[in-house]
């Protein structure tokens, strides 16, 4: 079956090249269920590969030929081989965490071939302490990252003893269809559809004059709302590698929202500067660290208006918000403060907005990041913002797959010319689970990052008193 290919879609494979592969990866850890035997891990293998129907979103594969006017369809494989996106892997020994995150890093360094469905799952055994790892990935062109959380609920259960779950690519009866109202536009990450509405700004978005000499006053004084004009060219604004680097942790919610409550700031807040100062370490070691805060452009939730942010709490991301993260300033306690007045800013700035227009104004503010990408000049324009800081809502509570409870899930990312350094953060049963994607080559010593996030922590807890 052939079918079109929105131009959202089309965006992300068209800007794909060798070193900017556009897949979006997980890395799930389970423990095995009691009572597991020493075949456990083949069992499993041998049961997501034995699904009988393969659901459609996992059959496709772009394609353009003289028959589709040179035009990129969705064409479906008639020639579906398991074996190519299932695969079976072990660890070498000694089988610590460090081994896992560089066989996560090389396979997120290679392209999804467009001859064949572009997806890929790795069942990866060979943990020392017993767990079982599954690191999967699909192209941006497939889903955004809401999405992604959305394929990873539906193959978890909340039972411990449901077995018999089919594989995240088998076909499952699908459960009464719900409507959505029309408002709420699904973008976990903003810069693909923020480029299309850049192109095509709607008539509604033609009625925010008032809001952009606002926001675009703003900008021009160096506050940063949902436009940047002042970004430093930093490390991580240049040309990239195919060659990635993956780092992941996560950390308790409640010590971030001990930290907020504490400081009349929001979770998302104690993030970002966490972010913010892990960030500044990481610079001054490497003599880096431009004498200007630098910029991080943070998706905010669908209830901006009532300053809701995708987060831990919930909501989708429709626009974006620039912030300034602090990095100019040796104060743990200063940086949460300069995160939280450039967040509130940046919300106040959409507050008089409706929501095409949020998206509107968004797109103006990741044209400068995107439009280099699709004309080959990224790394040489001067950079809207810095780096992508995510946070991606996830489960709530506990989940199991066939038995084995999932204990923590790291996403995987895209790094960009011009934009090196990837975080994103996933919420699962009460932790913070940060997954950090760079270019091996131009962000070194990217595992640091996790040190100073914790070390970030620990201010932060210091300078409020909790």
């Not at 034995?50 to 589709?68: G, K, N, V």
């Not at 396979?107 to 467009?114: E, G, N, Q």
């Not at 990481?282 to 987060?311: C, D, F, H, R």
């Not at 300034?324 to 907005?353: F, I, N, Q, Y």
């Amino acid at each position: 079956m052939v079918t079109p290919i929105d131009p959202t879609a089309v965006g992300f494979l068209l800007a794909e090249n060798r070193s900017m592969p556009m897949h979006v990866g997980g890395l799930a850890l389970y423990k095995k269920p009691e009572g597991a035997g020493r075949n456990y891990v083949r069992d499993l293998f041998q049961q997501m590969r034995s699904a009988e129907e393969i659901a459609p979103l996992f059959l496709r594969h772009p394609h353009r030929s003289a028959r589709t006017a040179g035009q990129l369809v969705w064409e479906d494989d008639e020639q579906f081989d398991i074996d190519h996106h299932l695969r079976h892997s072990a660890l070498p020994k000694p089988g610590r965490v460090r081994e896992l995150l560089e066989l996560c890093s090389r396979l997120h360094s290679t392209r999804l071939a467009w001859d064949r469905p572009l997806w890929e799952t790795h069942v990866i055994e060979g943990l020392s302490d017993g767990r079982v790892a599954m690191y999967s990935k699909l192209h941006h062109a497939l889903v955004d990252g809401v999405s992604a959380m959305r394929l990873l609920a539906a193959i978890h259960s909340s039972d411990p003893d449901e077995r018999d779950m089919p594989a995240p690519w088998a076909v499952r009866p699908r459960p009464p269809r719900q409507a959505q109202p029309e408002t709420e536009t699904n973008l976990a990450d903003v810069s693909m559809q923020a480029l299309r509405t850049a192109m095509g700004i709607t008539a509604e978005a033609a009625g925010m004059p008032g809001a952009l000499i606002r926001t675009l006053t703003k900008s021009i004084r160096n506050e940063t709302s949902a436009l940047s004009l002042y970004a430093p060219r930093t490390i991580l604004n240049q040309q990239i590698t195919g060659s990635r680097r993956f780092a992941a942790q996560d950390w308790p919610i409640e010590r971030m929202r001990a930290i907020g409550k504490a400081t009349s700031t929001t979770i998302n807040d104690v993030v970002i500067a966490m972010c913010s100062g892990a960030m500044r370490a990481y610079l001054l070691e490497l003599n880096a660290l431009p004498e200007t805060s630098l910029v991080s452009m943070v998706p905010i939730g669908l209830n901006a208006k009532s300053s809701q942010i995708a987060s831990a709490e919930g909501g989708n991301a429709v626009g974006s918000i620039m912030v300034k993260m602090g990095t100019d300033l040796p104060d743990p306690a200063a940086r949460l403060r300069s995160v939280h007045a450039s967040m509130k800013a940046g919300k106040e700035a959409l507050s008089s907005m409706t929501q095409v227009q949020i998206l509107a104004m968004s797109a103006l503010g990741q044209a400068p990041a995107i439009l280099p990408v699709m004309l080959k000049m990224g790394g040489i324009t001067k950079p809207p913002y810095n780096l992508i800081i995510s946070n991606v809502p996830g489960p709530r509570t506990t989940q199991y797959f066939n038995g084995a409870q999932l204990m923590g899930n790291y996403p995987l990312s895209i790094p960009i010319h011009g934009m090196a350094l990837n975080i994103t953060c996933t919420s699962y049963d009460g932790m913070m689970c940060f997954g950090l994607t760079g270019c091996r080559r131009t962000v070194p010593h990217l595992q640091k990052l996790l040190t100073y996030l914790d070390d970030e922590l620990l201010a932060l807890e210091k300078a409020a008193g909790v």
